[in-house]
Each structure stands twice: as C-alpha cells, then as structure tokens.
C-alpha cells in the first residue's frame, strides 16, 4: 500500500493504491496530484456562474459540469429544487471521482481509493482488499465499505449530517450512503440529511421522545428510498440520538463507529 497526502484550494485528499510495481504505483499517485492541481485550475473560473443560482448554466471545467449535470438529472428526474448550497459537497464527489479514475487510466491495481474528509470514491478487485493506513482507519466510509455486502468492489461513499464540521440542515446525526459513484452519493447524503427533521419541541428537548427520533428518522428512509428508486444511490445508514435506520443489504455488526445502540 503506498499513500500520498495532497492539499491545495480545493481541500486535503488522500490518495492510495495497493499493487502492481513501485514505478506504477508512484506514476499513477504522481499522476492523481497533478490532476488535483489541474482541478484547481479548471474550477476557480466557475464557482461565480454556478453560484447564480440557475441550472441553465454551462461551466468551462469537465468536473464542473458533471456536478451540474448531476443535479439537473436530479431536478428533472426527482423534482428536487436546485439549491448552490449542495454544490460544494457534489464537487467533492466529483473530484474524487475524476482523481480515481486518473489514477487508475493506465495501470491495474488490487485496490485503490481517493478520499476527502467523508467523500470517498474506491475500487477493488476481485481479490483485492482495500488496505487502509491506520490513521485513515476510523473514516466512516470505510466502516460502510465493510458493512456492505461482499462482492462491491467500486463506487463511492459519502457522508453527511450533524457528526461533521460541513454539514446540511435537518437533524440526523449521521447520514452515509453507498452508490455507483460519489458525485450521485454526495447529492443523495445532502439530501437525505436535510430530510431527517424532529419537530421544534422535540428538537429543544435534552432528550427527545424515542418516537420523535424515529419518525425523524423514518423521513430520512423516505427520501432515501425515492432516490434509490431514482439510481442516485444504493445503500444507507442513517442515525439520530443512538437510534438507526439501516436501507440496502448492509450489515449492522460492522458499523460500530456509528455509535447506534438500537437498528431498524
């Protein structure tokens, strides 16, 4: 396994590859930074137009334009309201996704992932393992990784709530999900958490009714099933107040850092 750890304008990210020979390996890493740094570049012209609060815009940058693609699939498919608010979260979904997929355009290797904060983009072979340096060990979206049924072997794993620095409006703890790719998941993680609501009393309470946590978090499980019914993801977790809601073939056993006592 070997590692590089990469920051500039747009955030810290790690990257890793296992397998395949010293050269590659440190080609491709080379080659995943340097894509960072192009990023950089390509976006900074952007932010202003995608800030104006229309989905009837055409951003320069290739990434740029994936996340509004994303979202106007999302408006048009889902009836979900553009709001510039979700456009940082599905950029980072973005990035990490276009990074993974440069890393990986030359050579094969046994596993291979780029992460930024909670927003990861992963793939694995057949009989790889994801292999993780300890300080990157306590990640969410790892423990989802191993959560998740065996046989996933790519996609990408984001998550949200109040647990994080960044994070949406709504009242879930926690909301990680599991797609196809990570600019989807990122959009659908947002969206998800903003949908987890107690009402005013409950939220004020010190110790909210167990019911209102569930109802709560029922909402969330609404929202997240209507986005898998659209592909936008596949599998969730979902937490508020020690109580979880468990959506797709993932097992509990595994998420033990999602501090749940009680699972539906």
Not at 106 to 118: I, L, M, R, T
Not at 143 to 161: D, F, N
Request: proline share 3%; net charge negative.
């Amino acid at each position: 396994m070997t590692i590089r750890v990469h920051e500039n304008g747009l955030g810290s990210f790690l990257l890793s590859l296992n397998g395949g020979d010293g050269a590659q390996v440190q080609s491709a890493l080379d080659g995943g930074c340097a894509r960072l740094n192009q990023l950089e570049e390509e976006c900074a012209p952007d932010f202003d137009l995608i800030g104006t609060g229309s989905l009837d815009v055409l951003p320069r940058s290739a990434v740029m334009r994936r996340v509004m693609e994303v979202l106007r699939s999302a408006a048009a498919q889902a009836g979900i309201a553009y709001a510039a608010s979700r456009v940082p979260a599905v950029l980072r979904g973005a990035i990490v996704d276009d990074v993974l997929a440069t890393m990986l355009n030359d050579h094969p290797f046994d596993s291979a992932f780029v992460v930024s904060g909670e927003c990861g983009a992963f793939q694995i072979e057949m009989e790889g393992v994801l292999d993780v340096p300890a300080e990157a060990r306590t990640g969410l979206w790892l423990e989802m990784v191993h959560g998740l049924r065996p046989g996933i072997v790519r996609g990408g794993i984001v998550s949200a709530g109040a647990r994080f620095d960044e994070h949406p409006s709504g009242d879930a703890d926690i909301v990680t999900l599991y797609g196809a790719c990570a600019t989807e998941t990122a959009l659908a993680a947002t969206l998800v958490a903003e949908s987890v609501e107690m009402n005013s009393a409950a939220r004020q309470a010190s110790i909210p009714p167990v019911e209102e946590i569930w109802d709560a978090l029922s909402k969330g499980a609404r929202t997240l099933s209507r986005l898998r019914d659209q592909r936008l993801v596949r599998s969730g977790v979902l937490t508020l107040r020690g109580r979880g809601r468990l959506i797709g073939m993932i097992s509990a056993d595994r998420l033990l850092r999602f501090g749940v006592s009680d699972w539906r």
